[in-house]
């Protein structure tokens, strides 16, 4: 039998048909088509069906369906409370779903815990108790492993770890708050940075690569801009490794866990990345002897991967 995994992103869909050894077999993405829940839960089934029929099997070969948010889930892991990046507020998803797959069982938890999942099931974590992914990419998504097993939250809302405070009174978040991890320590917010250092420093490297276009500054940009010793753009690199090293020593003093893993697009930095952060979280630590801070593992499809393993974990 298989699963399907399902990765709801402000961008795309993507899905995956997961077989036992959790090897994607065949995949897909559609583009988020910004539509209300049950539209996009029609979507969702049409591909999915499309998914099988092409893998010569059909529907009957999934023994479940695990959708993806970016966003927090009720305690009943039925209603997308609030997921930002999809416009979805207070969405009965996994009705919408269930409704759309028919018989097949559906299950529905936040982006990031079914990333932690993944790394559980075939990366960074494997053997591990207590650990924490952070993913970094439009938001700050966070995974938290307890006891062996993924942990969303005493009331099952999925935790937040991107929406602690780091800053008070800081930059604005999504979220309505101000100073979020999120704020500081997502893509978004290196690119917002990025554009503020190339306004500053018109004569910077940031500035010629970006033809002093904001809309051109992502955060790939300003971190290759960093790397090549740019002042401007090594500046907004150094805050934000200073805002992720704060974020790895809030987890680390409550939760003293045996691994830090750091994911999403940023994470293509490597070395350039975790070598200052293992210096400022070694600089800030209570601990001599504290958690590993290593790459997730899981790349792109740990979404559809963890996705897939809700089931598993129910
Ligand atoms: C959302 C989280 C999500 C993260 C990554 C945050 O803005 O609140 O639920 O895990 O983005 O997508």
Do not use: W
């Not at 780091?166 to 991890?181: D, F, P, R, S």
């Not at 790397?227 to 704060?246: C, M, Q, R, T, Y």
């Amino acid at each position: 039998m298989y699963q399907i995994g399902v990765d709801i992103g402000g961008t795309n869909i993507k899905i995956g048909l997961v077989d036992d050894q959790l090897n994607i077999v065949r995949r897909s993405s559609i583009p988020f088509p910004h539509l209300d829940g049950a539209a996009v839960a029609a979507q969702i089934a049409a591909e999915c069906r499309r998914l099988t029929e092409a893998q010569g099997c059909g529907m009957e070969a999934v023994d479940s369906v695990g959708v993806i948010v970016p966003g927090s889930i009720d305690p009943t892991g039925a209603v997308v409370l609030n997921a930002y990046n999809l416009g979805f507020h207070n969405v009965p998803l996994r009705a919408q779903l269930q409704e759309a797959f028919g018989g097949t069982p559906v299950f529905l938890a936040n982006d990031a815990d079914g990333a932690g999942l993944a790394e559980l099931g075939r990366g960074a974590f494997v053997g591990c108790q207590t650990a924490v992914l952070f993913t970094l990419g439009t938001g700050v998504g966070g995974g938290l492993i307890l006891g062996g097993k993924m942990f969303s939250g005493g009331k099952k809302q999925g935790v937040e770890l991107g929406h602690m405070p780091l800053v008070a009174g800081g930059e604005a978040c999504t979220c309505g708050n101000k100073g979020c991890i999120e704020a500081y320590c997502s893509a978004t917010a290196i690119a917002r940075d990025g554009v503020r250092a190339m306004e500053a420093h018109p004569d910077s490297l940031l500035a010629a690569r970006a033809g002093g276009d904001p809309k051109a500054v992502d955060a790939k940009l300003v971190i290759d801009c960093a790397k090549e010793g740019d002042p401007a753009a090594k500046a907004v690199f150094d805050a934000f490794i200073d805002h992720l090293g704060s974020a790895c020593i809030a987890m680390i003093h409550l939760l003293d866990p045996e691994v830090i893993a750091i994911g999403g697009g940023v994470c293509g930095a490597g070395e350039f990345l975790f070598e200052p952060l293992r210096k400022n979280v070694d600089a800030k630590c209570f601990f001599s002897d504290h958690a590993k801070i290593v790459p997730a593992v899981m790349g792109n499809d740990a979404g559809m991967i963890g996705a897939a393993m809700l089931s598993r974990n129910a």
